[in-house]
Structures are given as C-alpha cells and as structure tokens.
C-alpha cells in the first residue's frame, strides 16, 4: 500500500466524492488510510459558485496537485547528510582542526576507507557549508576563494643575478613534470617587525613533495646553511639524484648560486643546478606558491616563525605531503610519489 497519493489516485477520488462515496468507502477502494483521505481532501478544498451564484466548497483534484507540487518544491530534496552525527563529527574536525578543504577531507575519507552512512560529493557538502547545516564549521572556516585577474606576463631581464642561468636555459623536461627530481625554492618570512626567522621552502614540481626547513633570517648563508645539512643528512650521492635542478627567484638570499651548487661533502662534483626566475614573475614558480599559501593555513601572514617549534614545522611539512590533492587525482603526494616509483 503506497503512503502518498499519485496524481491518478486525485482524480478518483474527485470521481468519488461527485458519487457521494464517503471516506472510508473511498479508502477501501484505492487502498489508503482513511486519515490519508481525510488529509487529501482537506488539500484540495477549493471554493466554487454554482449557477445560481452560491459559494461551495468542492474537492478538486487539480487543486490538491498543485498544492502538492508546491509543498515539495520548498521541502527540496531530503539532506543526504541525515542524522550521521560520526560523519558530521569528522567534517567538522578535518575542516576546523586539521585545516583540511572539503574535497580534501571527503578524499581522505575515501583514501583511507573510511565508512560512514553518508556519501556526498564535494559540491553537495560545499552547499551544505554554504547553507549553515553544519553547528561547528562556516565558510569563514575554509580556504579562501579568490577570483584572480588575469593578466599579462611580460618576460624581463633578470636584473639581481646576471652571473646566474635565467629560468630560459632550464631544460624542457622540467617544465612537462614528468621527471622527479626538479624543485622551486622559497623562503617564508615573519610579519614585519615581528622577528627574522623564516622558513626555507622546496618544493619539488612532479609529486608536489614539500620540504620545509627553519632558518635564523633570510641571508644567503643561512639558507647554503640549511641545504648543507640536509645534504649531510641523505648524502651527497642520494642529494644530486633527488634535487636534479632548483628554480629560485632573485632575492637576495639566493644570490649566492655557487653556494647552492657546491657540496658540502664532495668538493668536485656540484650537488644540484641553479635556475632564475625573471623578476616579478611569481607565477614560474607555481608550485612553489600555491604550497606557500597551504603553509599559511598553520602560521597566518604577519606571524612570527621565531614562535614556532622545529616538530611544528615537521608536522606541517607531514600535512602537506599527506594532504589530497585534486591535481594528483585525490592522491596524497607520498602516495603519488610512491606510486611514480614503482
């Protein structure tokens, strides 16, 4: 026995009521609870004049559609999210707690083979965001959207480091990144006044694997600092096999480019090749910025890196190379990298 009434059902029931059936006789013949009945007519009441101009009030079947419709209209479709308070609990702290994105956190869930009673895609839970459904979370709690303006890049002459190769000599395999092995390098700085430690940043462009390393200040000794000792630490064979070529812009700390490419352990051989950026030119170490601004989800701009502990800095290098990423097909770069390896 169906619960609702179909659009036939109404006009069967208009039939017979013009027959003088009462309601429960009306229910025995279509198979519907008589309170159903009762419901449907009062729905479909509507007010007519008879030809000697009196008012009655009769059932029409049309009407009682019409009201329908429109009831499930503004009632929409029922939330998939239900009352599954585990998943809620699990977007709420991967979202607020974990920094992660909803598609991020949706991809983790699937990486990992978690199960829940719901399964929404990314949109849908963008919308539920958007809507207010969740208690704990708001669109103030995700990465921020930015409709960027496109623009013109004009190719300049690098002006800081004329002794260094220009970005224009860096072999074309880089660009396609289908070879590991090839990294753009940054550093992140304090807020203004706030203290001189920075972070060094390398990111490497096939499987988007971040290192990130706390230096002193952002002098060109620190960061040929920072690169000795993480060469010591794999060693120098394993170091030129894993940074075939590093792309840098023109600040000052990476003037130095002989520093970068001289190992610290075997005196005649270069540890890596060099390669710069044109200047205001952002935009030819993408990679480079796009990881910058997931750093920024943990230490905000104008933030003082001093304050931040060495396993802070570990744990946040660890969040990004196990984050999923759209780009790498909701792979995690650890897992992309791995699977590039086999």
Known sequence: MGKHITEQERYQIEILLKSKKKPCEIAALIGKCVRTIYYEINRGKTEQLTTDLKKIVVYKADAAQRVYRKHKQENGRSLKIGNDMRFVRYIEKSIREEHYSPYAALQRARNEGMRFQTDICTKTLYNYIDAGLFLNISNKHLPQKKQRKKREYKRTVPLNNLKGDSIEKRPEEVQERDIYGHWEMDTV???????????????????????????????????????????????????????????????????????????????????????????????????????????????????????????????????????PRKILEGKSSSQYKKEKAR
């Not at 794999?234 to 002989?258: H, K, S, V, W, Y």
Request: hydrophobic content about 30%.
């Open 189 to 323: 700085v304090s807020g203004q006044g706030k203290g001189k430690a920075c972070l060094l940043v390398l990111s490497e462009r096939m499987t988007r694997e971040e290192i990130i390393r706390k230096i002193p200040d952002k002098k060109t000794a620190s960061v040929i600092s920072a690169l000795d000792k993480l060469e010591r630490e794999i060693g120098a064979r394993r170091f030129r096999e894993t940074f075939r070529t590093i792309t840098c812009d023109n600040g000052c700390e990476f003037l130095n480019f002989t520093g970068i490419e001289k190992s610290c352990i075997n005196k005649k051989l270069p540890r890596t090749k060099t390669y710069f950026c044109h200047p205001y030119s952002s935009w030819e170490r993408g990679t480079n910025e796009n990881q910058n601004g997931l750093i920024r989800r943990f230490i905000p701009k104008g933030a003082d890196i001093g304050r931040y502990s060495e396993e802070d800095i570990g744990h946040i290098e660890h969040w990004m190379n196990t984050y």
